[in-house]
């Protein structure tokens, strides 16, 4: 099933996107949890972390470089969290990899 982050990918549904290249894309979060909340894809179609190879390893760690690149266009100094929700237990809804980029607020620990 196409999950609602390829749609976006392919541009069959809008999304506020704020840093794209050949192998990633950064959107805002339609439900945003703070007054900065991203949410980071590779375009690769990989549904959870579980879904990581060893191929993927350069592209993952290339979506932490985007996060950092993002961060600094967008004057994070403070400090941001970065989630990513791994199947049912954490509450994963879409099943293509992302990492939730939560910045412009400070932030518990633990987490709910
Ligand atoms: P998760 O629970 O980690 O799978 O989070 C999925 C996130 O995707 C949620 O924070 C949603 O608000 C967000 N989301 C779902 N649909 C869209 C959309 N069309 N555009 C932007 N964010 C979305």
Redesign the pocket.
């Known amino acids: 099933m196409t999950t ?2 390829k749609k ?1 990918i392919d541009r069959q ?1 809008p ?1 506020k996107i704020v840093y794209e290249d050949d192998q990633a894309l950064v ?5 945003p ?1 703070a007054p900065v ?1 991203l ?1 980071v894809i590779p375009k690769k179609e990989i549904p959870t972390v579980n879904d990581i190879t060893e191929a993927d390893e350069a592209l993952v760690g290339h979506l932490f470089g985007v996060m950092a690149k993002v961060a600094r266009q967008l004057g994070l100094a403070g400090g941001y969290r970065v ?3 791994c199947g049912p237990d ?5 099943m293509h990899l ?1 990492f ?1 980029m939560l910045g412009g607020r400070t932030f518990d620990w633990p987490p709910g």
């Open positions: 609602v982050f976006i549904i999304a959107f805002e979060d339609i439900h949890q909340h949410i989630v990513t929700n954490a509450g994963q809804e879409v992302h939730h």
